[in-house]
């Protein structure tokens, strides 16, 4: 068939025409019913119908609590765990922990009962007045403005007889004695759960005339008067020496150091060499 151009016409290719694009209307229509879809799936993946219906209300998330009896046991069982736990903490804190304070670790000093000081004879200062001396060397200390009221002082001069209380240097006179230096020592913080816990805190506010009381196991009270409050190195020893012609006792403690009473730094807490000692002297009355 020659070549013309009727038959070129007739064999050229015709380009489809696009679709046509449906309406707005419609087109939103189904899009939003695919985004719906695709939502409801998720939903249901990621939350389940229980999930959906709290997202939706969100009142309805409560906490259900099994009535059941075997859970209703184990919940009683756990409580009770914690309130015993509890008890037990509030226990140690109260008795104080082992080691609390830096302790010695040594086994502990029993406390001995005082007797009670408006049964106690007087016994006056300045006169020549036998006494048969107790068997039981333990004193009993009272000083009113510290707020110490019988503490037991024992004739011990080793460090776990000062860890529970008061001590008296054995080397030194007792109350009962003629011109005696009654010299007794406490610590400043000391530790929990004993007389020694801060029982000497306040030994600096003691001024002239404070009352400091002494008891022996007899029953026997002596009374002085404070005279003298001053501080010394710790190798000063002669402030346990008596004083010619006087009945006193001498109350001791621990400084930060000779000129600062009243700090409680590291260098009182760790027993430094630099640290003072408190000297507080009562004439007996």
């Known amino acids: 068939m020659p070549w013309t151009t009727e038959t070129e016409i007739n064999t050229t290719v ?39 219906a ?3 209300n969100p009142r309805r998330r409560r906490l259900r609590v099994s009535r059941e ?16 736990g509890l008890a037990l903490v509030l226990m140690l804190l109260a008795v104080g922990l082992p080691g609390t304070g830096g302790g010695s670790g040594a ?12 049964t106690a004879p007087v016994v006056p200062g ?19 403005k510290l707020g110490l009221y019988g503490h037991t002082v024992r004739n011990d001069g080793s460090a776990e007889a000062l ?30 759960g004993t007389e020694s816990y801060y029982q000497f805190l306040d030994l600096p506010k003691l001024k002239n005339g404070d009352e400091v009381i002494l008891e022996d196991a007899a029953g026997n009270r002596y009374t002085y008067r404070v005279f003298k409050v001053f501080a010394v190195e710790p190798t000063d020893v002669w402030v ?39 000297i507080v002297r009562a004439e007996r009355v």
């Open 69 to 84: 009896p075997v859970y209703q046991r184990r919940r009683r069982a756990a409580l009770l765990a914690a309130l015993a």
């Open 14 to 52: 015709k380009v489809a025409e696009p679709p046509r694009a449906r309406s707005s209307k419609s087109s939103g229509s189904y899009a939003n019913q695919a985004t719906r879809r695709r939502g409801e799936v998720r939903h249901r993946t990621r939350y389940g119908t229980r999930g959906r």
């Open 240 to 278: 346990t020496e008596p004083l010619a012609g006087r009945d006193v006792v001498t109350l001791q403690t621990c400084t930060e150091t000779v000129n600062d009473w009243e700090t409680i730094g590291p260098e009182l807490l760790e027993s430094s060499p630099d640290t003072g000692r408190l």
């Open 163 to 192: 860890d529970a209380g008061a001590i008296k240097i054995p080397e030194t006179g007792f109350p009962w004695q003629q011109n005696a230096n009654t010299y007794i020592s406490g610590h400043r913080v000391g530790y929990a």
């Open 126 to 144: 300045g006169e020549q007045v036998s006494i048969e001396p107790p068997e039981d060397k333990t004193l009993y200390l009272t000083v009113p």
């Open 107 to 118: 086994a502990p000093v029993s406390k001995v009962e005082p007797p009670l000081l408006s």
């Open 54 to 56: 709290l997202r939706e």
